[in-house]
């Protein structure tokens, strides 16, 4: 499978961005997508997840300012964020799961937020 995110960028704060993930050449039914990310020094954290229904699991952090959807027609995640603050800037990376495979993680190579103060 192949991952392809885009929509990373440098905004202000208080501004918005919209990332998209596209998973391409699977060939396996995907399970839960999901956003994860890593600020310099930190380790990698969870944002949002999705499963194929719809259910979202969203981070405290971002609750109210994210929302992660999905087209599973295109395989494709999305995740709008809104009020975005210096503490969001960091590599935003894209996961899909395998359950068919112990659901085993794959993971695109991310795209960079940044925010101005």
């Known amino acids: 499978v192949q991952l392809q995110a885009s929509g990373g960028g440098l905004v202000q704060t208080g501004g918005f961005l919209r990332l998209s993930c596209a998973a391409s050449?699977?060939?396996?039914?995907?399970?839960?997508m999901g956003w994860y990310r890593r600020a310099p020094g930190k380790q990698r954290e969870m944002v949002a997840t999705?499963?194929?229904?719809?259910?979202?699991n969203t981070a405290d952090s971002v609750k109210g300012r994210f929302t992660i959807s999905r087209d599973n027609a295109k395989d494709t995640i999305y995740l709008q964020m809104n009020s975005l603050k210096p503490e969001d800037a960091a590599v935003y990376y894209c996961?899909?799961?395998?359950?068919?495979?112990?659901?085993?993680?794959?993971w695109g190579k991310g795209t960079q937020v940044t925010v101005s103060s």
């Open positions: 996961c899909v799961r395998r359950p068919s495979l112990g659901n085993i993680a794959y």
């Open positions: 050449r699977s060939d396996f039914s995907i399970g839960d």
């Open positions: 999705i499963t194929r229904g719809g259910y979202t």
